[in-house]
């Protein structure tokens, strides 16, 4: 990924790279270099064992109010965090632990916000859905559907105010595609040309209703035509197709050639939030897409058919991923509770 994501607050450190064989390198159809596909690996892995811990947690109360997981959609975020550049913004929805990590943020902080504690990265008072962090370009984590994408139009058209280059990506799903303040993000979009890329996380059952039964048009890369806006739909499932996608996209914005529409079709494992026990699909489909498309299991094979690293070497690097994201919740649990005096901080109020 860019520099951007290479975390270097304290207790980031990455695992120590697999070894590789000497002359061998990742098969060229892959369209990613053995080192890029290593950093992918460890970066949705990453994402997997932390939203698993955080499930952990709550089912044992140790995380409070609502928890969206990630889990099978981590090569969505890491393929586009690796085609974003250094000032470019990020914006998303409340399903957003793994957008904080993959954009290089530390483990501790997500992990503290999401306990509550005074070290989280919204001092406590974000949670799950509402975590911010300025510093990184990640303007949240917001928990009504939809919002990400006024909002991200905004960024961008404060962006197109500075006359800079940076571009603002719109994460949102395929239950707020069908809201209208997207459309009116649009329109607005299109009309004064903003460098916004709407990704719009397309995991086919928003909050429980398959996209087939609620959306006339299920091709979503094509709900910006109506204002002249391009699009294209690409494969969620694939770090590198995701990355190649997003990089074109990106690119389009940094021309100031106007606003973008990137569909990534995904799929979630777990329900849409730890209360959702998703009994709108079946334990076999799910099943089927763990066994054949897991976007992890995709780079391991890459990885280990390009002779870039055996089966040990990635286990070791499952290891210490896992002692990162223990240390994380250990750090979650320790760090002290807000100050009572926080309430009446960082609020607006009007009399």
């Not at 960024?155 to 949102?172: E, H, L, S």
Request: aromatic share 8%; glycine share 12%.
């Amino acid at each position: 990924m860019t520099s951007k994501s290479a975390a270097s607050e304290p207790g980031t450190s990455k695992p120590a790279p697999a070894k590789r064989k000497a002359g061998v390198s990742a098969p060229p159809k892959t369209g990613a270099t053995p080192e890029e596909l290593l950093e992918y690996f460890r970066a949705m892995l990453l994402i997997r064992r932390f939203e698993e811990k955080a499930g952990q947690m709550y089912g044992m109360g140790l995380i409070g109010g609502f928890c969206h997981l990630y889990i099978g959609q981590e090569a969505v975020v890491t393929g586009v965090q690796a085609a974003l550049g250094e000032n470019d913004a990020i914006i998303t929805t409340y399903r957003d632990h793994g957008h904080m990590l993959a954009s290089g943020m530390d483990p501790r902080g997500v992990m503290a916000e999401l306990t509550g504690r005074r070290d989280g990265y919204s001092r406590g008072k974000g949670g799950s859905m509402h975590m911010f962090a300025r510093e990184r370009n990640f303007y949240g984590g917001h928990g009504i559907v939809g919002a990400s994408a006024s909002l991200g139009t905004g960024i961008a058209f404060a962006n197109r105010y500075r006359g800079n280059d940076q571009v603002c990506v719109t994460y949102f799903g395929d239950g707020a595609a069908n809201q209208g303040q997207v459309f009116e993000s649009f329109n607005m979009a299109a009309l004064w040309s903003l460098p916004v890329v709407y990704i719009i996380e397309n995991n086919q059952y928003a909050m429980g209703t398959a996209v087939t039964r609620s959306t006339a048009q299920t091709k979503l890369y094509k709900r910006g035509e109506a204002f002249g806006i391009p699009g294209q739909q690409t494969d969620g499932m694939d770090v590198v197709a995701v990355r190649d996608a997003a990089r074109k996209a990106i690119g389009h914005c940094r021309k100031k050639k106007g606003p973008y529409v990137l569909e990534v079709l995904t799929y979630r494992y777990r329900g849409h939030s730890m209360s959702d026990p998703a009994k709108y699909r079946t334990r076999e489909e799910v099943n089927k897409v763990r066994s054949e498309r897991d976007p992890i299991d995709h780079v391991r094979e890459l990885l280990i058919a390009g002779g870039t690293a055996d089966e040990a070497a990635l286990k070791e690097i499952d290891r210490e991923v896992k002692a990162l994201v223990t240390e994380a919740a250990d750090f979650g649990q320790q760090s002290p509770e807000p100050d009572p005096a926080e309430l009446y901080t960082d609020v607006l109020m009007t009399l």
